[in-house]
């Protein structure tokens, strides 16, 4: 038996922006546009959004409203990469940590920025 992960799927209210936000954050081209359902990616890696009306975002850190699963996206300039995360439409969440920065995407999804 073989088994092959192919896509990371987010849900969002609107995934057309929120496909848009990590094309731009990642430089990844959309690849894919069918409907609600919206993929970016190069060949190699693939991240999907589909439309989910009654999307309810995390309240991260509240441990009421969980995050289920995060992104971890390594950059090389920290501080240039969170003033386009902002400039995108994310929001900073904490800086608490050393080596990597929590933000959050237009929809709510928690994402960490990880640096050396």
């Not at 309810?56 to 996206?73: A, G, Y």
């Not at 439409?89 to 959050?104: D, H, I, N, P, Q």
Request: proline share 9%.
């Amino acid at each position: 038996m073989t088994a092959k992960l192919t896509s990371v799927v987010l849900d969002s209210p609107d995934p057309q922006a929120l496909a848009r936000f990590y094309s731009e954050l990642l430089d990844l081209p959309v690849t894919r546009v069918d409907g609600d359902w919206v993929d970016i990616g190069d060949g190699t890696t693939k991240l999907s959004f589909q439309h989910a009306p009654e999307y309810r975002p995390p309240l991260w850190p509240d441990p009421n409203f969980p995050q289920q699963i995060h992104l971890d996206i390594q950059v090389d300039d920290i501080d240039a990469t969170e003033s386009k995360v902002l400039r995108l439409g994310g929001t900073l969440l904490s800086t608490k940590e050393a080596g990597f920065r929590v933000y959050s995407d237009p929809s709510g999804h928690p994402f960490c920025l990880c640096y050396d």
